[in-house]
């Protein structure tokens, strides 16, 4: 094998006499190693959205919601122990949701208010890490204060302290419609989670949304967290199914599983282009191969005149093949991994000479490309280098093999 080794070295070095063998040889492995840098891109690129998505979204958005079908929950504290008893359970805590209209000056927009127990929030959830300048220990019931997404404080020119006009939906008769409720409130701070989901949403102490509903102790519902975010749906079904009393119930797969189930989509692709653009890359060494075995023809005729087998010839060309490989795949990995790394910072700069985001935050969960880059990728990515390589280089090693020397030194 050593042979094998330091001959095929010795054919590649001597491949520079030959033009054309040198500049295919260049071809090919930078092939491969630009398939490959894509596809490692690719697949961190698919690994951050899918890290953004349980550390941003699953992690501000309950994993699941208990609500009767009509009306208000008025003995919400019993199903909360109920709830509380499941082992699959981790936090159950009440809430109150309704849709309204924020106002300020002229600026008008609708908002999903949600009331919250701001207490409770900081222990099961990490929205309050979002709130800009750490304004959430001054989100208080009975204080007349309301935190406000920063997409719609945008819309609505509102800044952090200043005061803003909340209109709730007043319940009207067939035969008279009653005017909205108007209630002052001060921006105590500004969610932002850097898409969507801060977009129209403004949130309430609790306390202050029943106050405001006139529902007294009633909420509308109770939010759930259970411990494998991924079950969700089937955790909260039997957890219902084991209640006293018939609510509906939803998860966040209904809301937002279609993002799950795209990345994880967008990966089976991936792992399929990426047999087929490494195995395109690859199969360029056959070209490569099938050239340098004709380039050297001359030296096998010599090799096995001295005695090689046909064997060894075959562990030379074979040899040729997977150094290419080998070349174009640490170049292809190396190029890859240094990208993703940076990646996010040269979509940054990217966006900054184009002028506009290329994520628009209004239809995605994120308004910047994530990465993360994962060491089983790299190497599945890398191995199916190397055999698609020593597969391309069989044929032309065996190739190489049914060389006649006598006819071959009797043409020179």
Same mark, same amino acid.
């Given at each position: ?39 490692? =891109? ?46 699959? =359970? ?211 005729? =010599? ?12 562990? =030379? ?96």
């Amino acid at each position: 094998m050593n042979l094998s080794l330091i001959t095929a070295l010795k054919f590649r070095k001597g491949r520079r006499k030959s033009g054309m063998v040198s500049l295919i040889s260049i071809i090919s492995t930078l092939s491969i190693a630009i398939g490959i840098a894509a596809l490692i =891109i690719g697949l961190s690129a698919m690994n951050g959205f899918e890290r953004e998505l349980h550390n941003r979204v699953l992690s501000v958005v309950p994993h699941g919601q208990l609500y009767p079908e009509y009306g208000n929950l008025d003995n919400w504290r019993h199903v909360q122990q109920e709830l509380t008893n499941s082992n699959n =359970i981790v936090s159950a805590v009440p809430f109150v949701s309704f849709t309204g209209l924020i106002e300020n000056g002229s600026k008008l927009g609708a908002v999903e208010v949600q009331g919250i127990d701001p207490e409770k929030e900081k222990q099961i959830s990490a929205l309050p890490n979002y709130v800009l300048n750490n304004k959430w220990q001054d989100f208080k019931p009975d204080r007349q204060r309301i935190i406000i997404g920063a997409g719609i404080a945008k819309s609505l020119s509102v800044s952090e302290g200043g005061w803003v006009s909340l209109l709730i939906p007043a319940s009207s008769t067939p035969n008279q419609l009653k005017p909205p409720k108007r209630v002052r409130l001060q921006v105590v701070g500004i969610l932002e989670l850097s898409g969507s989901l801060s977009n129209n949403v403004a949130l309430l102490p609790l306390t202050d949304a029943q106050k405001l509903l006139n529902i007294g102790d009633n909420v509308t519902g109770i939010m759930i967290n259970v411990n494998n975010v991924y079950q969700a749906n089937q955790i909260i079904g039997q957890a219902s199914l084991n209640l006293e009393e018939n609510l509906s119930f939803t998860s966040w797969e209904n809301s937002f599983g279609f993002m799950y189930r795209d990345i994880q989509m967008i990966r089976q692709i991936m792992y399929l282009a990426m047999i087929v653009v490494i195995g395109v890359a690859c199969f360029n060494i056959v070209s490569t191969l099938v050239i340098a075995v004709k380039d050297k023809q001359r030296d096998i005729a =010599i090799l096995k005149t001295l005695g090689a087998t046909n064997q060894l010839i075959k562990h =030379i060309f074979i040899w040729y093949g997977v150094i290419s490989g080998l070349i174009g795949s640490l170049i292809g990995v190396i190029l890859g991994v240094v990208l993703s790394w940076q990646l996010s910072n040269i979509m940054g700069v990217v966006e900054s000479l184009m002028g506009h985001k290329i994520l628009n935050s209004n239809i995605y969960f994120i308004d910047f490309l994530p990465s993360e880059i994962h060491l089983f990728d790299v190497l599945v990515v890398f191995i199916t280098s190397m055999l698609l390589s020593l597969i391309a280089s069989y044929y032309p090693a065996k190739r190489a093999c049914k060389i006649d020397p006598a006819r071959i030194l009797n043409s020179f």
